[in-house]
Structure formats: C-alpha cells, structure tokens
C-alpha cells in the first residue's frame, strides 16, 4: 500500500487503533450468531446449565431433528417462500409502473401525485383503523392479503422515480421517435437501464417480506398460513412454558432453547445466502432514496 | 414532396412564449441548419418537429399534412440526439434494430437494413459491440445509423456535433454532408456553430430570442447580412460595427471617413452602424476605397493569415490580413484601407440592413 | 400512415389548437402512464387513505356492528380518557424517553463507525467487516429478540455465563424494569450502526481529495484531518440525520418492543404504539386505542413537518 509508506509514526498507530477498534465491533456483531449456533448444535442439558459460551457443548443435531419433524416448521417455511415471492412480485408489478409514471415530466397533476404518495410517509392512520380496514376488506386470515397489503410503499416508489428521473430525457425521445408506446419504453428501455435500482428494490422487498412478522401475528390466525417468523415467536413464546414438551426434552438432547436456536439458524440461512449477492446493490440503494427531492 | 412547412408555430409555457410564431419552408432533399444562441428557440423548434413538445399555435405541415396532434412516431421523422441516446443495455446492431422491431418490420428485412446502413456508415465491424466499447465518432455513426435505417421522410438533427472533439467534429461534419448528398433525404439540424452551419447547409436558418432573424444560403448570409445580430452571428472573426454617420460619399467613423458604394446626399447626417468584414480589408490601396487609421493591439499569427486587433477612436476591430509566411511586416500597420463596395450599413437603432440607392 | 391523422376539421384549419383540444390529444396520446399509474393510485387509497378515513373511530362510540359511518360520535371523549390514564401518560413518557437514549448513545454510533471505516487503508479487511456490520440490518426483530432472549436468560445465557466466572450472581435480565432500555438500545446499536454508517461514508467519499493533500503538504496528520477536514466536510449530512431522527421520536420499534417486554417491566418498555396494540387488538378498545393512535401520529406529523422544514434550511432540497 502506498500511502502507508508515507504515514508518520503517529498515523500509523492510529491506523492500527482504529483497525483493532473495527476488528472488535466487526467480532461483537458476529458473535451472537456464532453463540446462537453453538447453542442450536448443543445438548439442551448442557445449554440449560449456561455451559455454551463459543462453541458447541455436547454437539448434538437432536433440536435440528426436532424440528424438522414437526409439519408446522416446514408449513411456515413454505408460507415465507410464499410470501417473500409473491410478495416481492406483486410490489414489482405496482412499483415499476407507478414510478415510471411519476417520473415523466408530461403527467399532468404530478407534483399532487407525489405528494399524495410521499404524505403517507409523515402520516399514518396507525395501527386501529389499518386492521379495522383489513377486517371491513375481508382480509383478515388472508394469504392473499398479506401480500396484497403490504405491496406498495412511498419510499421504494420514491426510490426508484428517483431513478428514472436521472435517466436522460432523449432515451425516452429516442424510443418513442422510434415508435415505442409507454409500455415499451419502460419495458424494453427503462428497466434495462435501471437494473441496479430495481435490484435494490426487490431486495428491500425481499428482507422486508422475509423478516415481516408483526402483521402476520395481527391478521392470521390459521396455523397453515403463518410465516417462519410467526412460528419462532410462538415457539419461543409457548416451548418453555409446555409442559408436555418439557417431558419430551427431558428424555430427548434437546431444551426450548436449543430448539428456538435451531429455529433461528434456520431462519438466519437463506438471509446468509442471498447476502453477499445483493450487498453490492443496497449501498448505492440507501443512497439513491435518501436525501433527494 | 417531402417538404416541411411551418407557419406561425408558437411555443409557450404558460404565460412565457419562447417561440414567437416563426414561418420557414424547407424544400425536398434540402439541408436546413438552424443556428443561434443558446436559448434562442431552435431547439424547441426542432422538437415540435419531432413531436416531442407540444405546438402553442400555428401549423406544422410535413409532405403536405398537418402533423401537430400527430404522434412522433407517425410522423415518419428521425432524429439524431445531442448525447446520443444509445441504449447502452443493447449492442449496435439491436440499438439500430430497435425502431425496426417495434414497428413489427421482418426479421430477415431488418437484417438486411441493418448490414446495409452499416455498410454506409463503415459500422460493420462494430455490430456486436455495446455502445460503451464504442468511440466517438462510431457512437455518433450508430446514432445516425438508427435514424437511416428507418428511411425516414425528414432527418432531425439535435447539436449531433457538439459531444465530440474539434477534430472529429470536422470529420464527421463531411460525414454527414457526404452522407446527404448521397441520400438525399430532407435535413433539419440545429446548432450553435456557425462554422457547422456555413459547411452544411443549403441554407441557413438564424434565430435569436424566438425569432427568425434571416433565412438564406450561407454566402447570402455572409455577404448581406439582414442586421447587425446575423452580421456578428456569421463569420469569425465577425463583422467589425462601429457608429458612424452618413456623408455625401460615404459615412465618417471617429474622425475618419469611410467612401461607401451608392452612398449620396441624400442619405447625409444620418445615424448609422457600419460594418466591415475583417478579411474584407486590406493593407494597401487596391481599387476604389478608403484608408482608416488604426492603432494597432495585437498580432495573432494563424498560420497562412494573422489577425491584426486594432482600435480607431473608441472603436475596436479586428482584421484579417496575409502572413506570406511572415508577421514582422504587420508590426508597423498604421492604417487599413476598406474597399467601398464591401461596406455594409445598418440602421443605427433598429440593426437592419440598409440599402443605398434606392 | 395517413389514418393516424386526426380528424378534427376545424382546429385544424384555424391553425391554433384550443386548450380542450390540447388536453384531449394529451391524453390520447398518454393515456397509458395513466394508466400505469392507476393501480397503484387505487392501493394507496384502499390501504392508506381509507384508513385515514377510519379514523374518525378516534371522536366515536365506535361499534363493530354499526361500523364507521354509523357509530355515534362522542367528541373528545378518548382523548380525555387518554390523558386521565396512568398507563397511557406512561407509554407517553417511555415512548419520547427511550427515542431520547436512542438519539444520544444510537446518533453518534454510525458516525463514530463511518469515520474508523475510513481510516482503514487495508481494502480487503475493510470490506470484510462493512459486510458484517451491515449483517444485522437485515436479521428480522423476531430472530433478534429471540437471540436477545437466549443470551440474556438466566439459566442459558451467555451473559450470565460469563458474569459468572467473576462471581456474580445471575440477573433475569428481561423481567428487570431498570435493564430493559439499556438493552432494547444496546440492541439497536447492535443491529443499526453498521448498516447507518452507510450513509455517513457516502458523505466521506465525496469530500474533495485536493483538501487531504493540501492538509498533508502541511504537515497535518490523520487525527487532525478527521477533525478539521472529515468531520466540518460532513457535518451537513450529520445534521440532516439528526434532524430526521428527532422528526422520527414517536417511531420507536415497537415491534422489538412488543418481542422483549413483559408485564413485569411494562413500566419501563411499554411505548404508545405497544400500547395501542393492547388496548386495540389484544383488548378490542378499538375507538380509544385509535384516539391514542392519532395522537402518536398527529405529534409524529408535526414533528416530521418541523425536521423537514429545518433541513431545507440546510440542505438546497428537501428530504422527499
């Protein structure tokens, strides 16, 4: 590195400060993962005596097999698929259209069409009146609601008209000199040219679908259509205060926690896996949505 | 009959006009350069052609139609943009295919088209290639590209120069005339460049502030001037204007006067701007003229000319004289001697030309 | 093409198209961004804008049979049940007292973060732990609080573990009212500041480098350049920040809150939106819970407003 041969003395010891300093947050960020997966492999005896502090004590995979056997794990797991893509599909289809349409300079009543979109973000009926709606809608218990109701928001549109909106205007002029009608323009030439931005998009849809647990707790009440994280909450809720299950994980390696743990790995891997693909987009993403009119 | 014709075409935004009802007839096959300030209009006016801004009021007319509720894309017109618009998500091929599939034209007919203009415009071995791997040059060939394969009625030409440096800009610039003559498609290009305007066009369109102030073909243009605004618009460096007034034989400039072709006294006293081109003088008498003492600025050798910046009374100009290969000789130039047939006269308040003897 | 020409005798003729017929060609030859726009104008007001409506439940007697419209109106009524009520005064107070420690100890944590990040020259390893601090950020408030929940226990948690290996006698920490904010904060932090520095480092990355010379040249070392050159370059975008965060100090995240509290530190962890959720949907009050709703978003709305209106005091544009 060039420049740190030409770093006094003094500054190469604040460098070396500072990057032990990150070292040290960058292991206290990871650290509760790595507990809470030592914790999922071992033996729920040895976690209940808060033996587990790094690595896995009495490596076991029996709260693994626990819950693998148990129908509602998969069903939840099933319903966050669910919901994560048919979710992120149907913001998609709201989303691009609506942005593309508040980004052209023609539409008339523009700036009213903005703003009605972006007062949602400073006001908010609140909780009441948002589920008494859901009721009045028959969306209540209701896969399709869950994705329908929670399709849109000010802010993704915002970011992505943003974005169309720094397109230059003649790739539009171009295309329709060209014969293309709106469809086509933003088909064959604005969603080419903003592949980052819907990238950023449909990855804040997809955490947020995937993470999305509150209004699934409120709206559902079928056990078959609750997502993963419904389900955790539950079993962290109910497991230790389950007195059958307690006879059960007596006799077998494993403990509420253990199995909660496990659960949690579960739920934390696809996230580990999409990661690395999409952290080069929500960079550039944040910023794009952020301070600009 | 491919003409375009426009009348009385007005642009406003609201209250403000930017465009003030301008009248302009471009014939078949011709090249019309439209050239001005920026912000003088020409731009827009090249967009309602387009169909890409909206007509305030007057009639657009290509091919003997009025076109100005019609869709850009009837409007069988082309346009070549400032920057381009590549798409940069498509290679050169698809980007000049472009127009061709969404009007449903065959593939085999589009390959066709396509391998021909590429034969024209020497693209044929950059098909492949994205718009970012492209130079400068072959960017502005693929631009024209997309609007020839789409043998449009009119070309539309948006400042298609001014993204590329001066000498590209030059070569290219014989492109596209080159390209025209053997095309022969009717032409409207708009620049800021009076030197693109000069070289390309059949004739000259110059606006100012909204306004058509003179149409014509370039040496029109050059030669007689409709007012002062074109006098210095065309030429560089421009006509030299200085504020005289009218004798018997010709108009005095500070304490100097100027003999002027027609000039009579009846015309005496009165206000005028005179006007004299800077390669119209020379440095020594050579038939009817007069000499204007100068004192002399600057010498700026050019190569085969130099510019002499001088000053007479409160007047600056410049001159253009013969270097022979030499400068030392126009060190010592005291004086100028103005050919009476080359002068022009404008009205002192209202800039327009006048014509004496009449 | 010839049958593209509208046929429209008169304007036509005259040369001069009248405003209506401008309008109608607009919208003959647009209509589809209208259309485009059309469904998502329709969910706005189905899920936003029709529950704004709903909120006149707020001055209401509401009945579940009788729905919105119909239900009797009472006035103020709530809102003076809400502030006679202990409870509620109390979330009140939680609500703006917890925003409080996340503004103080939560604000700087992202700057501090942003400013080291950038005094790491060794590429890699700065990438490496960008890519885990901004880890948290997408973990969902379930799993968090079930980590929180697992490390903080009793009998497993690692904290206690550890607390006893220096002799000290175990806490149950999530029934102890006085330890619930320093861990609802602590996990904020946990979760936020890495991906928060983003920001932050943006503003860093487009400070002119001539001025880092210039200090060098000068003799200026890295500490002095963090605070004469970094932090004045970004103090724009570190007031903006503050600023959204003080317009955002109704939004504590409830959803955390409702995963980690309990009855027994209510008095400390319960907020006005965990509030609302009891007495709404857990209790049914629907009108009052909706009073106390309004409140939060109406105070919520000013707030926001106010921070809006102060950053285009700072900035040439506004945050929207």
């Given at each position: 590195m060039q420049r740190w041969n030409l770093y006094s003395q003094g500054d190469k010891f604040f460098a070396i400060v500072v990057s032990i300093l990150i070292g040290m947050f960058t292991v206290a960020t990871l650290y509760p993962f790595i507990y809470i997966a030592a914790v999922s492999f071992s033996s729920g005896f040895a976690a209940q005596a808060g033996k587990v502090v790094l690595t896995p004590i009495d490596a076991t995979l029996e709260a693994y097999g626990y819950i693998i056997s148990d129908p509602k794990f998969w069903i939840s797991y099933r319903n966050t698929f669910i919901y994560t893509i048919g979710g992120t599909i149907m913001s998609l289809l709201f989303i691009i259209p609506g942005a593309y349409a508040l980004s052209r300079p023609q539409l008339k009543g523009r700036r009213f069409f903005n703003l009605f979109i972006a007062f949602t973000m400073w006001f908010n009926a609140g909780l009441i009146p948002f589920f008494l709606n859901m009721r009045d809608l028959n969306l209540l218990d209701s896969m399709f609601g869950i994705i329908l109701a929670f399709a849109v928001n000010a802010f993704n549109i915002i970011l992505l008209r943003n974005f169309f909106e720094a397109i230059p205007q003649s790739f539009e002029e171009a295309a329709r000199m060209d014969g293309a009608n709106d469809f086509q323009v933003l088909w064959k030439v604005f969603v080419p040219l903003s592949k980052p931005a819907i990238a950023t998009i449909t990855l804040f849809c997809i955490v947020s679908r995937w993470n999305g647990f509150f209004w699934a707790m409120v709206l559902l009440q079928s056990e078959d259509k609750i997502p993963l994280q419904v389900f955790l909450r539950h079993t962290i809720a109910t497991l230790s205060d389950d007195d059958e299950f307690a006879i059960v994980q007596t006799a077998a390696g494993f403990s509420a926690e253990t199995v909660t743990a496990a659960i949690i790995v579960c739920s934390i891997i696809p996230v580990l896996i999409v990661y690395p693909f999409i952290q080069k987009y929500f960079e550039k993403g944040i910023l794009l949505g952020g301070v600009k009119e | 009959m491919s003409g375009v014709n426009l009348s009385g075409i007005v642009k406003a935004y609201g209250a403000l006009q930017v465009v003030h009802g301008i009248d302009l007839d471009v014939q078949e096959k011709e090249f019309v350069v439209l050239v001005g300030p920026s912000g003088c209009g020409k731009s827009t006016t090249l967009r309602m052609i387009a169909g890409l801004e909206e007509i305030t009021s007057g009639d657009l007319i290509i091919d003997g139609r009025r076109i100005n509720r019609v869709a850009p894309k009837d409007r069988d017109v082309a346009m070549v943009f400032q920057n381009y618009a590549l798409y940069p998500h498509l290679n050169v091929a698809d980007n000049m295919a472009f127009g061709l599939r969404i009007r449903r034209m065959p593939k085999a007919e589009i390959k066709t088209t396509i391998d021909d203009v590429a034969e024209?415009?020497?693209?044929?071995?950059?098909?492949?290639?994205?718009?970012?791997?492209?130079?400068?040059?072959?960017?502005?060939?693929?631009?024209?590209?997309?609007?020839?394969?789409?043998?449009?009625?009119?070309?539309?030409?948006?400042?298609?120069?001014?993204?590329?440096?001066?000498?590209?800009?030059?070569?290219?610039?014989?492109?596209?005339?080159?390209?025209?003559?053997?095309?022969?498609?009717?032409?409207?290009?708009?620049?800021?460049?009076?030197?693109?305007?000069?070289?390309?066009?059949?004739?000259?369109?110059?606006?100012?502030?909204?306004?058509?102030?003179?149409?014509?073909?370039?040496?029109?243009?050059?030669?007689?001037?409709?007012?002062?605004?074109?006098?210095?618009?065309?030429?560089?460096?421009?006509?030299?204007?200085?504020?005289?007034?009218?004798?018997?034989?010709?108009?005095?400039?500070?304490?100097?006067?100027?003999?002027?072709?027609?000039?009579?006294?009846?015309?005496?006293?009165?206000?005028?701007?005179?006007?004299i081109r800077p390669e119209h003088v020379t440095l020594t008498a050579q038939g009817p003229s007069s000499a204007l003492p100068i004192s002399l600025d600057l010498v700026e050798p050019l190569g085969s000319e130099a510019l002499l910046h001088a000053r007479h009374g409160d007047n600056a100009m410049v001159f253009k004289a013969d270097t022979n290969g030499d400068i030392s000789h126009l060190s010592g130039v005291g004086e100028v001697h103005v050919p009476s047939h080359l002068v022009k006269l404008f009205d002192a308040e209202t800039g327009q030309a006048l014509t004496l003897g009449a | 093409m010839a049958k593209d020409t509208p046929i429209t005798a008169k304007s036509d003729s005259t040369g001069d198209d009248g405003r209506l017929v401008r309008l109608y060609d607009h919208f003959r030859r647009e209509w589809q961004i209208y259309l485009m726009l059309l469904p998502t104008i329709i969910w706005f007001i189905v899920f936003l804008y029709k529950p704004m409506y709903g909120l006149q439940i707020a001055f209401k007697d509401y009945s579940i049979f009788k729905g919105v419209a119909n239900s009797p109106w009472v006035g103020w009524e709530h809102f003076q049940t809400l502030f006679s009520n202990d409870s509620f005064i109390r979330a009140v107070k939680n609500t703006i007292t917890i925003s409080f420690y996340n503004l103080l100890f939560g604000f700087p944590a992202p700057i501090i973060l942003a400013l080291m990040f950038n005094e790491i020259l060794h590429a890699s390893y700065k990438r490496t732990a960008q890519t885990i601090v901004y880890l948290p950020h997408f973990i969902s408030s379930v799993i968090i609080a079930g980590i929180v929940i697992t490390a903080f226990s009793p009998t497993v948690g690692v904290i206690n573990a550890v607390m006893g290996w220096f002799g000290l006698d175990s806490i149950y920490f999530l029934t102890q009212p006085d330890w619930f904010r320093p861990i609802f904060v602590g996990t904020g932090i946990w979760q936020e500041a890495g991906f928060g520095s983003i920001v932050f480092l943006a503003a860093i990355a487009g400070v002119n480098p001539s001025l880092y010379e210039s200090a060098v040249v000068d003799g200026a070392n890295r500490w002095q350049m963090m605070w004469k050159i970094t932090i004045p370059s970004i103090l724009p975008t570190i007031l903006i920040m503050l600023i959204i965060r003080i317009g955002n100090v109704m939004e504590v995240s409830f959803e955390l809150v409702i995963l980690l509290y309990q009855p027994a530190t209510y008095e400390t962890a319960d907020v006005v939106n965990t509030w609302v959720y009891r007495q709404g949907l857990q209790s049914g009050q629907y009108d009052l819970a909706a009073a106390a709703g309004l409140f939060n978003a109406f105070v919520a709305f000013v707030l926001v407003m106010t921070a809006n209106t102060l950053s285009r005091r700072y900035s040439r544009t506004s945050l929207w």
């Open positions: - | 024209i415009l020497g693209l044929t071995p950059y098909l492949d290639r994205r718009p970012a791997d492209l130079s400068g040059g072959q960017r502005q060939r693929v631009a024209m590209g997309r609007a020839i394969v789409r043998h449009p009625k009119v070309f539309l030409f948006d400042e298609p120069l001014s993204n590329l440096d001066a000498k590209l800009r030059t070569q290219m610039r014989a492109e596209i005339k080159r390209l025209h003559n053997r095309l022969g498609v009717t032409s409207i290009y708009v620049t800021h460049d009076q030197v693109e305007a000069m070289t390309l066009a059949d004739r000259i369109v110059v606006m100012n502030d909204g306004n058509i102030e003179q149409v014509g073909t370039p040496m029109e243009l050059f030669n007689n001037p409709a007012n002062t605004f074109v006098a210095s618009f065309l030429g560089s460096p421009p006509m030299n204007q200085m504020k005289g007034t009218m004798t018997a034989t010709g108009a005095t400039v500070g304490d100097a006067e100027i003999l002027i072709d027609g000039a009579s006294a009846a015309n005496a006293g009165r206000d005028v701007i005179v006007g | -």
